[in-house]
Structure formats: C-alpha cells, structure tokens
C-alpha cells in the first residue's frame, strides 16, 4: 500500500512539474505592465488588430507562416500565388525556403540574418521577452539588428504580442480536449497502479504468502 502511495504521489508530481512550473521552460526576469497584459491574456478579441499592427510594422521582414503571413517581398512574388493553389495557403516549410530562397537571401543581405518566422515564437519566448524585445530590441539584445520599430508604443506592442499567441496557440475546443486527454492519463495511470497492485496481493493470497 505504502508502495502504491508513493508510486501516486510522483506520478502526479511529475505531471504537476511539467503543466504549472515546467523546468524546460524559460522564466524570465522581464515584466509586463498589468493593463497590457490583460491585453495578452484576452488575446482572442486583440489578434485582429495585432495583426493589422503586425502587417503595418513587421511584414516587411518577419513572416508568420502559420497563418499564411509572408515577408512583403515574397507576398509580392507572382510564384507565391501559383504555390497556394498547389499546396493551399499555409506552403510546406521546405517548399517555401527553396521557391523563395534568394528573396530569403535578400532579407539576410540586410540584417545579417533572415529574421525569423513568428509562427512558434510565443510558445519558444514568452510574453514577457516578447513584449520587452519587440518594443525595445537593443535593450533585451544589445547588438541585434532588429530595428525598434516598437518604441514608445507600449499598448500597440501588447496587441502585437496577442496576435502571435493567437496564431501559435491552438484554439480553445483543442485546448480543452488535449486537457482532458492529461486527466484521462493520469487517471489511467493511477488505476492502473491500483489495479497492478490488488492483482499482486491476490497472487501473494493464492501462493500463501500473505
Ligand atoms: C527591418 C527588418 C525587421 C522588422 C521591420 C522587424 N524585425 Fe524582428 N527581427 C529582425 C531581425 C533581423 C531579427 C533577428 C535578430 C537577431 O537575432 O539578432 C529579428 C528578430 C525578431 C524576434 C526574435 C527575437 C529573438 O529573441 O530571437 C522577434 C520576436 C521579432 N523580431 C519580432 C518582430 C516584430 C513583432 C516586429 C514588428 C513590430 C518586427 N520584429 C519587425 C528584423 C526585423
């Protein structure tokens, strides 16, 4: 029985670590004012104007090729038009690298490096990083070419933010079952442990052991 608990008692840990303080996970030091990150947080009614913010602001470099957002100079490309029809909006990441690789040379020409794609960013960084390096980059990575395009424009930045966790997070009925599929296994587990260990006590029974 002791054996059990104890088996309980780390499996549930062990899932507890890794949903509300996951070690793997970046915790930053940077902060967010409260207002602004209500914006981040209720971000299903700010990712339409984030993205017009992130059209206006961050296009000609960045893509978000989740949501079928291409750098300017590739969303000029006659090819990209031909691709969609082919593949649909959102192109496979090989497809897209080598139909556009000298436009993606181009942005590396300027910057030094293609500026990255946004899609997952959210997820990779945080809100904190996120809204800290978009509204003031050299500060977060002295050096970084990134232009602060952001500065002095704080509300507008947490809109942005909100847009790139709209698209790198999944929508809520996904959500909602990938959360109840973590009970579920949970709760398996926990039975199973249970069910493992009356079936030993049986056997022990049987051989006269107990
Ligand atoms: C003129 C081109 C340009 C524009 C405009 C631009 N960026 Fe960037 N961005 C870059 C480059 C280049 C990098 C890579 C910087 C580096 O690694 O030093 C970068 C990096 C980033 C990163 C990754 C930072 C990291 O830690 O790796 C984020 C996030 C980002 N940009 C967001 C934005 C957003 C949001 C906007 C619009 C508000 C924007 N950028 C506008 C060129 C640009």
Redesign the pocket.
């Known amino acids: 029985m002791i054996r059990t608990a104890f088996f309980t008692v780390i499996t549930v840990l062990f899932f507890f670590v890794l949903w509300f303080h996951n070690p793997f996970v970046a915790h930053e030091s940077y902060k967010v004012p409260a207002e602004h990150m209500k914006i981040i947080e209720d971000y299903g009614r700010y990712a339409k104007e984030g993205k017009q913010?992130?059209e206006q602001?961050?296009q000609?470099?960045?893509s978000v090729r989740y949501d079928a957002v291409y750098p300017a100079s590739i969303q000029a490309n006659p090819n990209l038009k031909a691709l969609q029809e082919k593949y649909g909006k959102v192109l496979p990441r090989d497809v897209y690298e080598a139909t556009f690789y000298s436009d993606l040379m181009a942005l590396k020409e300027?910057?030094?490096?293609v500026?990255?794609d946004?899609s997952t960013?959210y997820i990779a960084?945080g809100p904190e990083?996120?809204y800290n390096?978009?509204l003031e980059?050299q500060k977060?990575?002295p050096?970084?070419?990134?232009?602060p395009?952001?500065t002095g424009r704080p509300e507008e930045?947490a809109k942005?933010v909100a847009y790139?966790r709209s698209v790198s997070e999944p929508d809520p009925a996904e959500k909602n079952k990938r959360a109840l599929m973590g009970v579920f296994t949970i709760g398996y587990l926990i039975l199973m442990g249970l069910l493992l260990w009356i079936w030993r006590k049986k056997l022990l029974e049987k051989m006269g052991l107990h």
């Open positions: 913010l992130f602001n961050c000609s470099c960045h300027s910057f030094g490096k500026p990255p946004l960013m960084r990083y996120l390096f978009i980059p977060v990575l050096g970084t070419s990134m232009p395009v952001m930045t942005i790139l």
